[in-house]
């Protein structure tokens, strides 16, 4: 039998020990005391100890603030550091993210045993990490997916601007410098790095050939980022791209062990509306859902914009109205897409018009002629 007391001293410090600060300011010194029988000692101060030691870090970790880091310019990195870092407070979880809940399963299942899997890793000589691919078209959540790994994992963000790196050799000291237990992301890869060889800027899109200075990041310096020997420097790592794109991007750079997991986020089908519906309007049904299947099945409708339909706008607005005002979207998106379908055939009857008053032109034009 154990008994633990906690102790708060209060201690008055003064100038010449404490130079730095002020005179009489008061401390609170907290300690605790353990008292046990002696028969127990040995149990106590080993396995005990160890095992008290072991869950106070593993909670210290769990409430520590989770950072979200992005990447400084290299000519600023002796002020500042390689990385910046604020506070990341995303509250994005498993649980509002709105997708197939069979895919999240499986994503979730896919972290938990990597997490796990620190001894399976070293038996099978692979560095402890794990790449994930995100695509899909603007607004179907990626970012908010991002988020929520991290926080699944209680891992710090490491946000990687491509474009702000100027040569293989930055990228990897950038890499050198990101801790254990981390999430290294580079969003819409395929805007970052041109795989052709020549890098595009961000902003305007126009191409950049630096390697004629020779400062530039290379396909090669992206694949040795992700495993090549310098990616094993830490532990316990996720990296993940994301892209609009999928087929801009080169095979190499998402074959299966670089980006193991391809994950497709696509646009908004019913179960995962039913998720958005349960944390805007906090319903699991309405008599407006048949609808609302319905129509999801015939047009493509991002969760983003689905999303914010079901917000409410005014206080009197209720689930309903939320409800309607989406389907009213969904319904002029679906005239409008079949308006664009419509286009081609009148174009084709026009055209078929077009032919037939020339052939009798023609045909008038050789009557005459004859
Ligand atoms: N699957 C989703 N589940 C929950 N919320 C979502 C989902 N998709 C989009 N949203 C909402 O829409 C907003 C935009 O989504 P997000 O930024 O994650 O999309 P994205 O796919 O990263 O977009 P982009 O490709 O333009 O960067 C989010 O703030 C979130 O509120």
Same mark, same amino acid.
């Given at each position: 039998?154990?008994?633990?007391?906690?102790?708060?001293?209060?201690?008055?410090?003064?100038?010449?020990?404490?130079?730095?600060?002020?005179?009489?300011?008061?401390?609170?010194?907290?300690?605790?005391? %353990?008292?046990?029988?002696?028969?127990?000692?040995? #149990? =106590?101060? !080993?396995?005990?100890?160890?095992?008290?030691?072991?869950? /106070? &870090?593993?909670?210290?970790?769990?409430?520590?603030?989770?950072?979200?880091?992005?990447?400084?310019?290299?000519?600023?990195?002796?002020?500042?550091?390689?990385?910046?870092?604020?506070?990341?407070?995303?509250?994005?979880?498993?649980?509002?993210?709105?997708?197939?809940?069979?895919?999240?399963?499986?994503?979730?299942?896919?972290?938990?045993?990597?997490?796990?899997?620190?001894?399976?890793?070293?038996?099978?000589?692979?560095?402890?990490?794990?790449?994930?691919?995100?695509?899909?078209?603007?607004?179907?959540?990626?970012?908010?997916?991002?988020?929520?790994?991290?926080?699944?994992?209680?891992?710090?963000?490491?946000?990687?601007?491509?474009?702000?790196?100027?040569?293989?050799?930055?990228?990897?000291?950038? %890499?050198?410098?990101?801790?254990?237990?981390?999430? #290294? =992301?580079? !969003?819409?890869?395929?805007?970052?790095?041109?795989?052709? /060889? &020549?890098?595009?800027?961000?902003?305007?899109?126009?191409?950049?050939?630096?390697?004629?200075?020779?400062?530039?990041?290379?396909?090669?310096?992206?694949?040795?980022?992700?495993?090549?020997?310098?990616?094993?420097?830490?532990?316990?790592?996720?990296?993940?791209?994301?892209?609009?794109?999928?087929?801009?991007?080169?095979?190499?750079?998402?074959?299966?062990?670089?980006?193991?997991?391809?994950?497709?986020?696509?646009?908004?089908?019913?179960?995962?509306?039913?998720?958005?519906?349960?944390?805007?309007?906090?319903?699991?049904?309405?008599?407006?859902?048949?609808?609302?299947?319905?129509?999801?099945?015939?047009?493509?409708?991002?969760?983003?914009?689905?999303?914010?339909?079901?917000?409410?706008?005014?206080?009197?607005?209720?689930?309903?109205?939320?409800?309607?005002?989406?389907?009213?979207?969904?319904?002029?998106?679906?005239?409008?897409?079949?308006?664009?379908?419509?286009?081609?055939?009148?174009?084709?009857?026009?055209?078929?018009?077009?032919?037939?008053?020339?052939?009798?032109?023609?045909?008038?034009?050789?009557?005459?002629?004859?």
């Amino acid at each position: 039998m154990v008994r633990w007391q906690g102790l708060k001293e209060t201690i008055q410090l003064n100038s010449s020990t404490e130079s730095m600060r002020p005179t009489n300011d008061l401390f609170a010194k907290k300690s605790f005391v %353990l008292t046990f029988h002696k028969k127990t000692r040995g #149990i =106590v101060t !080993e396995a005990y100890l160890n095992h008290v030691m072991e869950e /106070g &870090k593993a909670i210290q970790f769990k409430n520590s603030t989770r950072k979200l880091y992005a990447n400084n310019k290299s000519y600023n990195w002796q002020y500042e550091g390689m990385w910046s870092w604020i506070n990341f407070e995303h509250p994005a979880t498993f649980d509002t993210l709105a997708i197939d809940p069979c895919r999240k399963q499986e994503i979730i299942d896919d972290l938990r045993t990597f997490k796990k899997a620190k001894d399976y890793y070293a038996k099978i000589g692979k560095a402890w990490k794990r790449g994930y691919l995100l695509y899909g078209p603007p607004g179907t959540g990626k970012s908010t997916m991002i988020a929520a790994i991290a926080n699944f994992m209680d891992y710090d963000i490491y946000d990687l601007e491509l474009t702000s790196v100027k040569s293989n050799a930055e990228l990897k000291q950038l %890499l050198i410098d990101t801790t254990s237990k981390s999430v #290294i =992301v580079i !969003e819409d890869i395929d805007c970052s790095l041109d795989l052709t /060889g &020549k890098r595009k800027n961000k902003n305007d899109g126009t191409e950049r050939d630096d390697q004629a200075n020779n400062r530039r990041v290379t396909l090669s310096g992206l694949l040795n980022f992700i495993d090549g020997i310098w990616s094993a420097c830490g532990q316990e790592r996720i990296i993940i791209f994301t892209t609009n794109h999928l087929e801009r991007l080169d095979p190499a750079l998402i074959r299966r062990g670089r980006m193991d997991m391809h994950i497709e986020m696509s646009y908004c089908e019913f179960e995962a509306f039913k998720i958005l519906a349960k944390n805007y309007l906090g319903i699991d049904s309405h008599p407006l859902f048949r609808e609302i299947k319905l129509l999801l099945e015939e047009i493509n409708i991002s969760p983003c914009d689905v999303a914010e339909k079901l917000m409410p706008k005014r206080d009197s607005q209720d689930a309903e109205d939320c409800l309607k005002d989406l389907i009213l979207a969904m319904e002029a998106a679906e005239r409008k897409a079949k308006c664009k379908e419509a286009k081609p055939k009148n174009l084709v009857a026009e055209l078929l018009k077009n032919l037939a008053c020339f052939k009798k032109s023609m045909k008038h034009l050789k009557l005459k002629a004859g």
